[in-house]
Structures are given as structure tokens and as C-alpha cells.
């Protein structure tokens, strides 16, 4: 099973454009994403810049409206994630128990959802789906 | 530059409706045009919160809560990670996806280089180790 384990740091929502996190910080969470690795269950991590970097497009009836960040009404924001492939929820709890988060943040863990979850008739709709991800790329980071 | 496109939860996420055959067609139009245009890096679901966790941090303690998260205004359904030139690239992409409601965050994702020099040699070699590694694990978790 995958599991999305998102990062939400209190305050990241008005964070300035170009905010960095702590090196004191990083170096901690280098430790924990390397024991990750070392069990085999890391599949993929990103940290995301802060909303005032960002964007947001609503769709309401269909038609798009972008909105520029910082969002004044959002109350909390995801400030990265890992992917990670475990065997069950309890044990992707274990490991977001094990981050060396903060007082300021929460981590949600969430199931990734496989083709196989749907009934036959989605998966059939959605097929191809898996051959699409496939070919996606990933890692070209520039 | 790499983007994270974030999808947000709505009630019929939320409560565990799957989505029609149209909007599976539609949306897997558009996916097919992310991969043919090279955008596409990664796309996921996520199964709603009532079958997710959150985890607290205070010191040394760890709080769990059990799904769902009902008091959180903004949740996630879903995500891409598209490879694009600029943020207004991103953006125009994402005005032609088959939403109707749905509203949607584009977020840059950090580089190795963002960090400026507090990205060591040595760190960039750890990172960039991690990365390829856990890639390779993520092609074979894909077949």
C-alpha cells in the first residue's frame, strides 16, 4: 500500500515568497528521510515553496479563475510530503510518529489510491491509466 | 521547475463517491495530453480522510487522530507533478483540466538549487542519492 504522508506546518500559510527552512532542521529531517530510504519504503519526497509563490484556479461552473497567493482564507497549508510503500496504515502512522516534527506541525497520512480499489467498471473506465503513469516521467529536476 | 498541483477534497471526495465515466474519459484526455506534452512526472488519488490519520508533535510526544478530519477546511483529494517552464505555463495548463466546482493549488516545488550555498557538496550528494534510489524503488512499486 502508499501512503502520502503531507507535512502541514502552522504559520506556512503567510510565509514570505523565498522563505527557507531552518538548516538546523533540514539536517534532522535528512536523518529521518534517510532511514526511510534504508528501510526501502521512500518512494518520493518534494518540499513545496510557500502559497505566496503560488497559485490557486477555481473551476466554479466550469470556468477557471486564478487567484495569485498568499490565500488570506486558507488556515493551513501543505509544506511537503513523502510517498512512502508500507504495509499497512498502522505501520505509515509508526513512521510519521518517528519525523522530527515540531510543536508547529502536523503530519496527515493518507492512502494513495491503487486501480485496484475501484470496482470493475471504474477500472475499466480508467484504463490506460496505469500505462499513462508509466510513461510519466519521473526525476528530471531542473 | 517542478509544480505540485493539488487538488482539493469536496464533499463527494470526501464521502467516497467515484467519479462518472465521463469525467474519467475527459480526465483521462487531459492526462494523456500532460504525458504527450512531457509535463506529467507523477498524478495520484488519495482515498478520503475518514480511512486516513494525523499525527501532532509536542517534544518528545505523539498525538494520533483517526480520520476524518471534518474541522479541516481544505483538504486534499488528489495530486500532479508537472515539469513546466514557469509558473504561468502551469497555470495555463491547469485552465484547460475538466474541473466544474473543484478548486485547485499550483505550488512550486523546492530545488536543490533554492537552497543557495546551504546546500552542501555533501548534502547535495545525500539528496540527490535519496532521490535516485527512491525513484528506482517507485518504478518497480509501479508495475
Known sequence: MRFMLLMIP????DAPPGAMPDAKAVAAMMKYNESLQRAGVLLALDGLHPPSMG???????GKPKVTDGPFSEAK?????????????????????????????????????QELADFPPDVQEAAAGFSELQARSGTGTHS | ?????????????????????????????FNEELVNAGLMLAGEGLHPSS????VKFDGKKRTVIDGPFSE??????????????????????LK????????????????????????????????????????????????
Open chain 2, 1 to 29: 521547475m517542478r509544480v505540485m498541483v493539488i487538488v482539493k477534497a469536496d464533499e463527494s471526495s470526501e464521502t467516497g463517491v467515484l467519479p462518472d465515466e465521463k469525467l474519467l474519459t475527459e480526465m483521462g484526455q
Open chain 1, 55 to 61: 497559485a490557486r484556479v477555481s473551476f466554479a461552473g
Open chain 2, 72 to 93: 479541516a477546511k481544505e483538504l486534499i483529494a488528489g495530486y500532479w507533478l508537472w515539469q513546466v517552464k514557469s509558473m504561468d505555463e502551469a497555470i495555463e495548463w
Open chain 2, 51 to 54: 480511512m486516513g490519520a494525523r
Open chain 1, 76 to 112: 493551513e497549508v501543505v509544506g511537503g510530503y513523502w510517498l512512502i510503500q508500507v504495509k499497512s496504515k498502522e505501520e505509515a502512522v509508526e513512521w510519521a510518529k518517528r519525523c522530527p516534527g515540531s510543536e508547529n506541525e502536523v503530519i496527515e497520512v493518507r492512502q494513495v
Open chain 2, 96 to 143: 484547460r483540466a475538466p474541473f466544474d466546482q473543484t478548486e485547485v493549488e499550483i505550488r512550486p516545488v523546492f530545488e536543490t538549487e533554492d537552497f543557495g550555498p546551504a546546500m552542501t557538496p555533501e548534502l547535495r550528494e545525500q539528496e540527490e542519492r535519496l532521490r535516485a534510489q527512491a525513484e528506482q524503488l517507485s518504478k518497480a512499486a509501479k508495475r
Open chain 1, 10 to 13: 502552522a504559520g506556512y500559510e
